[in-house]
Structures are given as C-alpha cells and as structure tokens.
C-alpha cells in the first residue's frame, strides 16, 4: 500500500532551536494537510496546499511556524524558534482533490 | 464556518456488543464531505470512509455501518460485534466542496473491554 512517509519519526529539542519535520507525500496526490494533535486543543489544522500551492495556513503561528513545498516530492514544515507549547505530534496528510486522505506516522516533537 | 461535534468522550462496551458513535455537523455548504478516521493506541490516522453529502445511502463494510442523514446533520458509525481491536479514538471529519478543508471533531475514545 502507498503511504505517506513523515521524518522525524520522534524529535527532542530545546527551546529557540530550529525544527523541520519532512513530508512525502504519495505519489500523484495533489492536496498535503499539515495537522497538530495535542490533547488540549485535539486535530488542529496548519496549513493545506493544492498542487503546491498553499491555500490555507491561517492555522499556522505565522511568526515561527513555516511550511513549503519546494516539489510535488516535498513538504516541510519549520518551527523558528521552538517553544515548549509546540510540544505535539504533527501530522501530514496527502490525498487526491474530492476523496479520502491518507495520514502518516506523525512525527512527535518535545521542546524541553 | 464549519464544525464538528462529537458529543461522546469516552464509551466502553463489552466485547460482542454493538456501539454507535454519534457525529453532528455544521456548514453553510451545498456540497460537502464527511469523513471517519480512526486512531489505535499506536498513534497512526486510519481512513474508514468518506461520504459526500450527495449521497445518503447508508454503507455497511463487514461489522461497520454509516447512517448518514442530512435531516439531522448527523453521520453516525455503529460497530456490530466490538473486538477488542476496535478499541481506538474515533474522529469524525467535515471538509467543504471547494477547497476541501478538514475540520475533525474531538474524537470518542472507544474501549471494548473482553
């Protein structure tokens, strides 16, 4: 089965440093999800994009928190400078416009 | 705005009995999409269904079965037979017809003790 592979599987890091977390989503799907699940807050929507453009990233702390596709291959996302309430499992998503969405693994983010 | 509420937190059953999980929705859209997730105790998001809201058959997959009905703005799932391996957080999600935003609601913990 396809699926969509997230790296880190786990990261620990201290505060102010730089988080990236990377995304492959499958081949031949046009729309990536970044979610945040954390227990207070649930399924929190970051940002979407179409075809690698973005659509949406009003879910986003737009003064840390970056996300991009440099290719269909791609999508990342950037935490400058990371803080202890960033502490989350991050989630992407990738599916074909009009159906389902196939998630990755998450990747767990500490900042201590 | 869309919205989504799953006003279960937590159910425990017994294994062998039936449970419904309940959903309700908000939106102003014509056309849109509802979906179930589920999250087992490994963490991972496993897509069930989707169903658009063209389409308000009810769909049976081997011990799952949707009950979607617009009237109520409800799209419950019912599990016939609970096995323990249905134990997980089960979301329900709502995207519009046009740019496809997900919102999910809070999930309901599913405990099916043997």
């Known amino acids: 089965d396809a699926r969509v592979t997230q790296t880190p599987r786990d990261k620990v890091t201290e505060m102010g440093q730089e988080v990236t977390m990377r995304c492959q989503p499958i081949l031949g799907h046009n729309t990536v999800f970044w979610y945040r699940q954390t227990m207070m807050q649930g399924l929190e929507l970051l940002a979407y994009f179409r075809n690698r453009a973005p659509l949406d990233d009003s879910g986003m702390p737009k003064d840390r928190f970056s996300a991009e596709m440099p290719d269909a291959t791609l999508a990342t996302l950037k935490i400058q400078p990371s803080e202890p309430r960033d502490s989350a499992v991050y989630f992407c998503a990738s599916g074909l416009f009009g159906f389902g969405y196939t998630f990755g693994s998450g990747t767990r983010l500490t900042v201590v | 705005a869309q919205k989504v509420t799953q006003a279960q937190t937590e159910i425990s059953v017994v294994e062998k009995e039936d449970v419904t999980l309940d959903c309700v929705y908000e939106t102003r859209d014509t056309t849109y999409y509802l979906f179930w997730y589920k999250q087992p105790p490994s963490g991972e998001l496993v897509f069930l269904i989707r169903?658009?809201?063209?389409?308000?058959q009810n769909e049976i997959s081997g011990r799952y079965s949707w009950n979607f009905q617009k009237s109520t703005s409800s799209f419950n799932f019912t599990i016939t037979a609970s096995q323990v391996v249905d134990s997980a957080v089960y979301f329900c999600a709502l995207s519009d017809g046009g740019y496809q935003k997900v919102t999910f609601g809070t999930g309901t913990k599913l405990q099916v003790i043997p």
């Open positions: 169903r658009n809201s063209f389409d308000e």
